[in-house]
Structures are given as C-alpha cells and as structure tokens.
C-alpha cells in the first residue's frame, strides 16, 4: 500500500488465517473392540482337535469352555486395542490430544511464557491448535489477527517521520530520525485499567494506573513483531452510555475516549 504524505498509516482489519477442518474419525473393528469381536479369532489360535473342542476341523462352540476360557484371556485385549488406537489418533492435533498434551506442549514451546497463573485444560488445548495452525507473521493485519486469539481487539499504527518533497505540512507526519519509523503502535481497546485511589493506594508502592493484562499484551507483541521493530501500547476505551451500550457518530463509528 502507497504511503500517505500526510496521514500514518493505520491498520484496523485482521487477515484471515488457517483455520481448522474437521475430519471423519477414521474408524475400523479394532478401534475400539468387544469381547466378541475378539473371541473368534482368538479360539483360532489354540491346537486343532478334538482335545480342544474342534474334531476334524470343526469349528470350537463359543458357548465351550475353551470359549469362555478364551473370553477370560483376552478381557485386557479391548482395552489395549483402544488404548493404542487413541495414542495413534494423538500423532494429530485433529485427532484429539489428551494423555500426550505435556508431550506435544513441549515441542512447541509451550505453556506460553507470556500468561502467568495456571490455564485449564481448554486453554491449554486452544493454545496448541493455534501454535500448530501457526503462519508466518508477515503484515499488521497478522498482527491483530494474532492478539485477537488471545482475547485482545487492537489496531495498528505506522507512525512516519516528515520528509521533505514528500510530507504535508498540518499532516500526522512528525519531525525527527528516520529510525522512530522502527517504532509501531498498537491501540488497545477496552482493557481493563485500575487508577491510583486517594484513601487506598500506598504511595511510592502503588503505581498511578496499572493496565490490566497490558504487560501480557505487550510480551505477545514482542515475540511475534518483526526483529527490528518495537511495539509501544496506546489505550483506548469506548465511550457507552448509561445502559452500557457503546455510542456512535452519525457514521455509525464508535466513539472512544483519548489515548493514554
């Protein structure tokens, strides 16, 4: 996109990611076996003859003791066949990870260092599903994409610095090194800030404002922003009135408060 010789440049959309498609289960006798699916093939293997209930080749009654016998030997085969099966359908994020989630959180990384306190199980699932389905964080757009899994609505800025021949004068363009360009904002929405309070904070322990999951925010930033850029947090709050719903212009746009 062409820059603008007056205005910074703003992003507000999320590009569109991978997204997970469900597959059929694959499924077959031995997924999840029973004792009679069993048996059969098991009498199969014992001595032919008539010491063993099958004289001149014929087949041994399930209702025999060998049968039941069998039947005995066999009980743990069904939850071995199972077993098995549900640690082959772990190989796959799709497949549903449940006994291997410490193992597959440790090749990717994961719990996220970014996020303090124990997550649920859920959490920690989701987490996974978005490290494997994964891209490459390439435009802004990724970037809002990225903070909106984790719960944040945000927009980006790309300040410019005032160039002559190019940048208007009364435009957003600032004075100053070429090397502020390395620097982006991400305006924040609707994030929970806790004031200092006259009567109940402590001086010199309590700071000013605190911005809720700001720090969390701003550690998901650095990690994925591109090396040589550096992510700076400006917040904003939407304005609503007394029934708690958001106001808006004659546009349609929502208003919000100044930035902090």
Not at 12 to 28: E, H, K
Not at 131 to 139: D, G, I, N, P
Not at 212 to 234: F, H, K
Request: aromatic share 10%; charged share 20%.
């Amino acid at each position: 996109m062409a820059r603008d010789p007056a205005l910074n440049t703003v992003t507000t959309l999320a590009s569109i990611g991978l997204q997970p498609v469900s597959v059929p289960a694959p499924q077959d006798s031995l997924s999840m076996p029973s004792n009679d699916d069993l048996v059969s093939a098991a009498i199969s293997l014992w001595p032919q003859g008539a010491a063993w209930g099958s004289p001149d080749g014929q087949a041994v009654s399930l209702n025999s003791n060998l049968a039941r016998f069998t039947r005995v030997l066999i009980d743990s085969f069904e939850w071995l066949y199972a077993r098995a099966f549900q640690l082959w359908r772990e190989a796959t994020v799709s497949g549903g990870v449940f006994d291997l989630l410490p193992e597959w959180e440790a090749e990717y990384g994961l719990p996220d260092t970014c996020i303090e306190g124990p997550s649920t199980r859920s959490e920690r699932l989701r987490a996974l599903e978005a490290k494997v389905l994964s891209q490459a964080t390439v435009t802004p757009g990724d970037i809002i994409r990225i903070a909106s899994s984790y719960g944040f609505s945000i927009s980006i800025e790309e300040p410019a610095m005032f160039e002559c021949g190019f940048s208007e004068c009364g435009g957003e363009h600032t004075l100053g090194d070429i090397r502020q360009e390395s620097f982006w904002i991400a305006r924040v929405f609707d994030l929970a800030i806790d004031y200092f309070r006259v009567g109940e904070s402590e001086l010199s322990v309590d700071p000013l404002f605190d911005i809720g999951d700001g720090e969390r925010l701003l550690c998901i930033l650095n990690r994925i922003s591109p090396a040589w850029t550096t992510p700076v947090l400006s917040f904003f709050a939407y304005l609503i009135d007394g029934q708690g719903n958001r106001l808006t212009d004659g546009d349609g746009r929502y208003l919000i408060s100044g930035a902090i």
